[in-house]
C-alpha cells in the first residue's frame, strides 16, 4: 500500500513538474500584427469637452530618493514629494 501511494505521488509531481516546464514562442514578434484592422470608435475621434475648474499646477520631476536602508533610487516626484499630493475630483 505505501508502495502504490508513493508510486501515485510520485508520477503526480512527473506529470505537475512537466506540464510547468511546458514552454512556447512568448516573444514579442510584432512581425505578424497588422494596424488596418484597427478600428477607431466615436469617442477616439472626438474631441473632449473641457470644463472649468479650479486649476491644479502638478510638476512632474525625475530626482533620487534614499530609504531607510541607505539604498539610493530614481523616483518621480510630484511638486517636489513622493507621492505626490492629493487631488480629489467630484463627477
Do not use: Y
Not at 43 to 58: H, S
Amino acid at each position: 500500500m505505501k508502495r502504490f501511494v508513493l508510486a501515485v505521488i510520485t508520477v503526480s509531481v512527473i506529470f505537475l513538474i512537466a506540464a510547468c516546464s511546458v514552454t512556447t514562442n512568448t516573444t514579442n514578434d510584432h512581425k505578424n500584427m497588422n494596424d488596418k484592422k484597427t478600428l477607431q470608435t466615436e469617442t477616439a475621434t472626438t474631441p473632449l469637452k473641457v470644463e472649468k475648474g479650479p486649476e491644479v499646477t502638478l510638476i512632474a520631476k525625475e530626482e533620487k530618493q534614499k530609504l531607510s536602508n541607505g539604498v539610493v533610487v530614481p523616483v518621480w516626484t510630484f511638486n517636489g514629494s513622493s507621492p505626490g499630493p492629493e487631488i480629489r475630483v467630484k463627477r
